[in-house]
């Protein structure tokens, strides 16, 4: 499990702490691109399926095969210390893109929202807000 802490510069609580990496693949960052800050979480788990599962047992935990496939996923959790102060999300349409599906899909089972139903979604949502944007960026994905 990874956990990311944002506050202010100036809290102190923290400055004994990790800050996030400026890597192009760092797991996690906060990047500058197209004249906005953008969160970015890159899963380490994006991988091929599993034919085996963690059982307990007396004497700790061992590997089992099964029948069936499973995905192995990393676990983020985002926490915000805004102090006494009330977080404000009033643009948050602004920031809404759409990504592309990934060329392996990672649930066959789950639907996909073309980019049309998703513009629909976001005008249905929010109908003051401008055209749904494409989430482009070629410096978020990782470099192999």
């Not at 085996?52 to 676990?75: I, P, T």
């Not at 990504?99 to 089972?109: G, L, S, T, V």
Request: with cysteine; net charge negative.
């Amino acid at each position: 499990m990874y956990v990311v802490l944002v506050h202010s510069p100036d809290n102190k609580k923290y400055e004994n702490d990790p800050l996030l990496e400026e890597s192009e693949n760092c797991i996690c960052a906060y990047i500058k691109a197209d004249r906005n800050f953008h969160f970015i979480w890159r899963p380490q788990a994006m991988s091929e399926t599993h034919n085996f599962r963690l059982m307990e047992n007396e004497g700790g935990v061992s590997a089992e095969k099964c029948v069936y496939q499973h995905y192995v996923w990393d676990h983020a959790t985002l926490a915000l210390d805004v102090g006494d102060k009330v977080l404000q999300l009033p643009d948050l349409h602004k920031s809404v893109r759409f990504c592309e599906k990934n060329k392996r899909p990672i649930n066959k089972q789950r639907s996909f929202q073309s980019f049309e139903n998703a513009k629909a979604i976001v005008q249905k949502l929010w109908p003051e807000s401008g055209p749904l944007q494409e989430f482009k960026e070629s410096a978020f994905h990782i470099n192999d």
